[in-house]
Structures are given as structure tokens and as C-alpha cells.
């Protein structure tokens, strides 16, 4: 185990020429609704917005993550769901997934998979998840603050991840997070393993580095 890494100066240089803001927070009065409803309505009307909630009821403004952010995180997606087919163990979703949390706050996971047995009697069509998925993985992009992220990766584990993956292909490493243990530093992995949460499952990461 290894203490967590900065970000590097050529990330900030990166991010200084790209034209996406980063994520703006807002503080909400306290009588603001922030129920599901309220904000799925609140994306409905403001379309190429994702919005996310802090477990203090801050509002967060989120924009488009660019080309390759989403290529990156779409291709993760594809070993996750190709495996998941193979062995029709759960469901696997994407970046416009929101999840419930029980601190109140409400997420939006690069890629998530749930089991069958966790998702239950759970409905994932009211727009919502009320329940956390075992496997969530985050994709540093250009305008996000990797400190921030890390904090978001503590929060999904405390929240009842099983495993995750925070990748940040600027520094080429990945933080591997596991339930109450420090993450674990791997250096340009070619590969990550699904582990005893979803095994058998082997992620390519050589189209990442690229």
C-alpha cells in the first residue's frame, strides 16, 4: 500500500487548454427539495447537464467530460459488460446512472456493476438507484481534481462498494480501493482483475494508456 499520489504539472497544463469547466458547487437553501424527482427533473430540463449531490446537499454542476475522458471509460465498460454477458451475473451501467446513496448524496459512477442478488427487488427504471453497486470505477478527466475524486472513491467504498478503480491515465496509475483498507497504487497496469467480486473478469488497460 502506498500513499495517495498529486497530480502532476502536466495534468494541470492539460486542463489549463482544455475549454470544459470544471464541476461547479453550489450551496442549496435548506428548505430546497433535492428528492429524486427534483432532480431528474432539474436534468431533464437542462439537457447536456449532469448534476450531482454531496452528502452536505451541495449541488454539483457537472459538464461533458470530452472525447477521450468518455472513450476511456467506454472502453473499461466494454471488457465489464462483454464479461458480465458471459456470465449473466448482474447489470452494468454507465456515466448517466444515478445512485442514491444513504448519506443522501447522489452520484453518478463513470461505469457501476451490481449483482442481481444486490440490485433484488430494486426498480432501475424510476430513474434512480437506491442501491450501491459492488464495482464502481472512476476515470480521471482533464478537468477534475484528482484529491476530489479520491474523496469520491472513499465515499462509493463507505457507501458499500466492494471494489474500486479510480484511473488517472495522465499520471498512468490506478488506485485500486477494497472495504477498510488504503487504496493500492499500481503503475500502468496492463490489466485489472474483477478479484472475488466479479470473477473471471479481466479489464484491458492498454487502450487507456494510449
Known amino acids: 500500500m502506498v500513499s495517495t499520489p498529486t497530480k502532476p504539472e502536466s ?11 470544471a464541476p461547479i458547487t453550489l450551496k442549496l437553501p435548506a428548505k430546497w427539495s433535492t428528492s429524486n424527482e427534483t432532480m431528474l427533473t432539474l436534468s431533464s430540463l437542462n439537457d447536456g447537464w449532469l448534476f450531482e449531490l454531496t452528502a452536505d446537499g451541495e449541488l454539483v454542476i457537472m459538464t461533458g467530460v470530452g472525447f477521450r475522458s468518455s ?31 444513504e448519506d443522501s448524496s447522489l452520484r453518478l459512477p463513470d461505469v457501476a456493476w451490481i449483482s442481481k442478488e444486490r440490485l433484488g427487488n430494486a426498480d ?23 484529491v476530489t475524486q479520491q474523496e469520491k ?12 478503480w479510480l484511473v488517472d491515465p495522465y499520471q498512468e496509475v490506478v488506485l485500486v480501493y477494497r472495504p477498510d483498507t488504503e487504496p493500492e497504487q499500481l503503475e500502468r497496469p496492463d490489466s485489472l482483475s474483477g478479484e472475488d467480486v466479479c470473477q473471471g473478469l479481466e479489464v484491458n488497460l492498454e487502450r487507456i494508456w494510449k
Not at 495534468?11 to 469547466?21: C, I, K
Not at 472513491?153 to 474500486?164: D, F, Q, S, Y
Request: charged share 20%; proline share 4%; net charge negative.
Open 11 to 21: 495534468t494541470a497544463q492539460t486542463a489549463a487548454s482544455d475549454t470544459r469547466p
Open 71 to 101: 472513450e476511456r471509460s467506454f472502453e473499461i465498460g466494454i471488457d465489464i459488460g462483454l464479461w458480465n454477458r458471459q456470465v449473466s451475473a448482474g447489470h452494468v451501467c454507465g456515466a448517466d446512472l444515478y445512485v442514491r446513496r
Open 124 to 146: 432501475p427504471d424510476e430513474g434512480v438507484l437506491e442501491v450501491c453497486p459492488e464495482l464502481i470505477v472512476e476515470v480521471v478527466s482533464v478537468s477534475q481534481n484528482i
Open 153 to 164: 472513491m472513499r465515499e462509493w467504498m463507505a457507501a458499500g462498494a466492494l471494489l474500486g
